[in-house]
């Protein structure tokens, strides 16, 4: 699935934090404890470099806290990486950040030496509600939609600690599909640049294989079925997503799973693990090695004047002509066409 959604703030916003990054000290980025890896945007691993980083995984209550404390460990063997997993609604444990902060630059004395940090993240995170509980007051503007926040702030949290807030930022090309996929289910990009009934396919496949006891629970079955439609189809009847004359409405049960995962009450889920990551980034890269040589193949054939065409051409070529030749006709053969003397 591709999403279609870069608005024109979130260039600007990219832009603003190239410029600033000089002036900070420490970058804060936070995650969706859900999703860490597809939440985590890759641009700001390029231009970060050697700074320091506090990656907060947020939403933690929300996510499994067996696979959220592999990602902790996972992301903390990057070069200058601290994690802090936590929730919107623990105010004592997100104020245990600035002591934080100030461990990661111990010769900078409280008060004395102004420790400059920029917290960024993807859209609906929860990083206005950790900017305004660090602040002890409304700075930033809340919501469950994304891309609320859309001007830069700075913020003076005492302690000699001044944070710059960024509005939260996609990127225009997301490499992995299911990446795509794990940011719709967690509501990071808009309603209307998503498919319910794409989006609550892929969730349900993924939650049969990985948390089958939960849906069973939820929706009260004795067994799950082995596909994702047959599952949709179930947990329809079990709601009673219904359309006129009984039939199941496929729409209605996907948009309902997905918003019971946003909220929580399936229970506590993630997404993606570090293994599947991993996993992920070789095939992703192998794909990606496979276009690069088919294209300098073909960039190659054209620069020696060749038009010789491949073996997979010629096997086109061979089923085109056999699809147009009258019936009881044999096929003329491709051939390749014979070098000028």
């Not at 390029?46 to 992301?75: M, N």
């Amino acid at each position: 699935m591709a999403i279609q959604w870069y608005p024109g703030h979130m260039h600007k916003a990219q832009k603003d934090i190239r410029e600033l990054l000089p002036q900070v000290d420490l970058l804060i980025e936070v995650l969706d404890a859900r999703i860490p890896y597809s939440s985590e945007n890759p641009a700001i691993e390029k231009i970060r470099g050697d700074k320091p980083c506090i990656k907060i995984l947020s939403k933690s209550d929300l996510a499994d806290p067996a696979v959220t404390a592999a990602w902790q460990v996972h992301l903390e063997q990057q070069r200058g990486v601290k994690t802090f997993a936590t929730t919107t609604d623990e105010p004592q444990k997100i104020k245990q950040l600035l002591e934080l902060c100030r461990r990661m630059f111990p010769a900078k004395d409280a008060g004395v030496k102004t420790i400059n940090a920029m917290i960024v993240g993807i859209p609906n995170v929860g990083k206005s509600t950790i900017i305004n509980t660090l602040a002890d007051r409304i700075i930033a503007k809340t919501g469950n939609e994304p891309a609320v926040t859309k001007s830069q702030q700075r913020i003076n949290l005492g302690s000699g600690i001044v944070l710059f807030d960024t509005p939260g930022i996609l990127w225009p090309k997301i490499e992995n599909p299911n990446s795509s996929y794990r940011l719709a289910v967690t509501g990071a990009i808009k309603s209307t640049a998503m498919e319910y009934d794409d989006v609550g396919f892929y969730a349900a496949d993924y939650l049969i294989k990985a948390y089958p006891e939960l849906l069973k629970e939820r929706f009260q079955l004795e067994s799950i079925p082995n596909t994702e439609l047959a599952f949709l189809e179930v947990a329809a009847l079990r709601r009673g997503a219904l359309s006129a004359g009984g039939r199941i409405n496929l729409h209605k049960i996907c948009e309902l799973l997905i918003n019971e995962l946003r909220a929580g009450t399936v229970g506590r889920i993630t997404l993606e693990t570090p293994e599947m990551v991993v996993q992920e980034k070789i095939e992703i890269a192998e794909a990606q090695a496979k276009k690069d040589a088919d294209a300098a193949e073909r960039k190659r054939r054209f620069k020696a004047g060749s038009r010789n065409p491949s073996e997979s051409e010629l096997a086109a070529q061979e089923a085109n002509n056999a699809k147009r030749a009258p019936r009881g006709s044999r096929p003329p053969k491709a051939t390749k066409p014979r070098k000028s003397k």
